[in-house]
């Protein structure tokens, strides 16, 4: 692979699309992996409804799926767009069976409500098609916050999305896009469930404060060095500590308190 093949098409598109990077046998070893994890005792995600069924940080539990996420494949491949250094805030394996239904179009940072960007890289367990709740994603989207609306248990994109494209996928395509790529998936009309398993990394820069310690570092100087730490930079950033000051306050403070903080009368 060839350095920064991928950044500037990433920065025009706010994500690439990689085909074939895994093979079927190393989807089938994944999806192993993933069943190994005991996912059956981790189904109260608060996303689940009917067939459509998210499995959560299943890399903090399995060494394996850890190796996975960390090989220098991948790491060559993320540092081009993230940068060289970088850890994971979230995994999950997502398992779209007949009769799901459509999840709607959304940024990811509209979900989180994170200041700083991270980058989720989804891998094609088995393939997705139009019938069976496939990827839909928006070119450039991802060049700002855009209006969002709470809707039942999720945040729907407020707007008509432009130029929509479906991404048509094998097992081991992967496609790596922005948090504030708009993307959704529409129902699953077949008889097959569509899986898909997503990892979300972010840079070492940024800090998540939704994510208790430890955290999983996966690259630093753009070279695999997978382990487990409290802190890190990002993390010990006043200013990015402070960018979630009133969202700690909203928690704990009294009124005259946030509106101390927040400059108000
Ligand atoms: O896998 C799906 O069908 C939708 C999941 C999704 O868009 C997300 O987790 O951001």
Redesign the pocket.
């Known amino acids: 692979m060839q350095n920064n093949q991928y950044c500037e098409e990433f920065q025009q598109q706010g994500y690439i699309i990689c085909r074939n990077f895994f093979s079927e046998e190393e989807m089938t070893t994944l999806m192993e992996d993933i069943r190994a994890t005991e996912i059956n005792e981790d189904g109260k995600h608060v996303?689940n409804k009917g067939t459509?069924n998210?499995y959560s940080n299943l890399f903090s539990r399995s060494q394996k799926i850890q190796e996975f996420v960390s090989q220098p494949r991948l790491v060559d491949l993320l540092k081009q767009v993230i940068g060289p250094d970088f850890w994971i805030r979230w995994d999950?394996a997502?398992a779209?069976g007949p009769g799901?239904v459509t999840?709607p179009w959304?940024q990811?940072n509209a979900?989180s409500g994170l200041k700083d960007l991270h980058y989720?890289l989804w891998i094609a367990l088995t393939k997705m098609t139009s019938e069976n709740?496939g990827?839909w994603l928006v070119p450039g989207s991802d060049k700002s916050i855009l209006p969002h609306k709470k809707i039942d248990k999720h945040a729907v994109y407020q707007g008509t999305p432009e130029n929509p494209v479906f991404v048509e996928a094998k097992p081991g395509d992967v496609v790596l896009f922005s948090s504030l790529t708009l993307?959704?998936?529409t129902p699953n009309v077949s008889q097959d469930a569509?899986w898909?398993y997503?990892v979300e990394y972010m840079s070492l820069e940024h800090f998540d404060p939704t994510i208790k310690p430890p955290y999983f570092v996966v690259a630093r100087d753009g070279k695999r060095q997978p382990e487990f730490v409290n802190f890190y930079r990002g993390k010990l950033n006043i200013a990015n500590q402070l960018k979630y000051l009133p969202r700690a306050l909203g928690k704990v403070a009294p009124d005259w308190a946030k509106n101390a903080v927040l400059g108000r009368n």
């Open positions: 996303l459509l998210f999950q997502v779209k799901a999840f959304h990811d979900y989720q709740g990827l993307h959704s998936t569509r898909a997503v």
